[in-house]
């Protein structure tokens, strides 16, 4: 499956907030395993944490992804995803790290940093580049979508944040469905909303709302299922745990 689940969890993860921006802080976690039809493929973690850059209190997250079991021996495959922002500044990204192993010979690893007062970034492999104003990498988006008050949103409504990611300027966009509850396991039922990412139809996808995503609908907003269907059959992210969420869960047992 190569980098596409973990690339689209992010694309899409956590996605709105209040407008008070308290969905999130340090020291979250956020742990999901990745299905393969009926066979645990893969498992993934958000975590975030304080320190310090460049003499500026920031919040660093790192998306961690890697396969498992029976897959893990039939093609190996991890993935690191980080970003460093500021997130009393729209979480704004000054750094971020991609990191990708797959297989015994692909390799992949890319550092990018953003000058946003020059609207360029800089990547380790492609060079320097104009982008439009507010740029943010691919994990920094999704935790800035956090901060959006999503009380508002009418079905059908479109949501854009300009992205750098697979050293190209795009739209990650989204499009709010309607609400609904799910059950998850031993984490119990919980409200949530449901997206469908706005992404092209390719060669991986089978048609236009093959992808689908539910957020928690309670004031952390966090990513609670992902689902896929895909040419070569089905593919399903599930949240599993959670640790120091900023806010009550919305989990009922």
Not at 91 to 100: A, F, H, M, N, R
Not at 220 to 228: E, G, H, L, S
Not at 234 to 248: C, F, G, Q, R
Request: charged share 25%; proline share 3%.
């Amino acid at each position: 499956m190569k980098t596409i689940l973990l690339t689209i969890l992010l694309m899409t993860s956590a996605l709105f907030s209040t407008a008070q921006n308290a969905a999130f802080g340090p020291k979250e976690k956020l742990t999901f395993e990745i299905y393969y039809a009926f066979v645990t493929g893969a498992k993934m973690s958000l975590e975030t944490r304080a320190l310090t850059y460049n003499g500026k209190q920031i919040l660093h997250v790192k998306a961690f992804g890697k396969t498992v079991g029976l897959v893990d021996k039939i093609y190996k495959i991890s993935e690191d995803y980080q970003s460093w922002f500021d997130p009393e500044n729209k979480c704004l990204p000054y750094k971020s790290l991609e990191d990708v192993h797959e297989g015994s010979s692909y390799n992949r690893k890319i550092t990018v940093e953003f000058d946003h007062q020059n609207n360029a970034i800089n990547s380790t492999k492609s060079g320097a580049h104009t982008v439009k104003p507010n740029c943010y990498d691919i994990v920094s988006a999704a935790y800035y979508l956090r901060t959006m008050d999503l009380s508002k949103l009418y079905k059908g409504q479109i949501i854009s944040v300009n992205t750098w990611f697979g050293e190209e300027e795009w739209p990650l966009q989204v499009k709010y469905i309607d609400t609904e509850t799910l059950k998850m396991g031993k984490l119990g039922k919980i409200k949530c909303y449901k997206f469908v990412p706005v992404v092209e139809v390719s060669g991986v996808f089978t048609d236009k709302d093959a992808l689908k995503l539910w957020i928690s609908a309670d004031d952390n907003k966090i990513p609670v299922r992902a689902q896929m269907s895909l040419l070569v059959g089905s593919a399903k992210v599930d949240l599993i745990s959670y640790e120091n969420l900023a806010n009550p869960s919305g989990f009922v047992k």
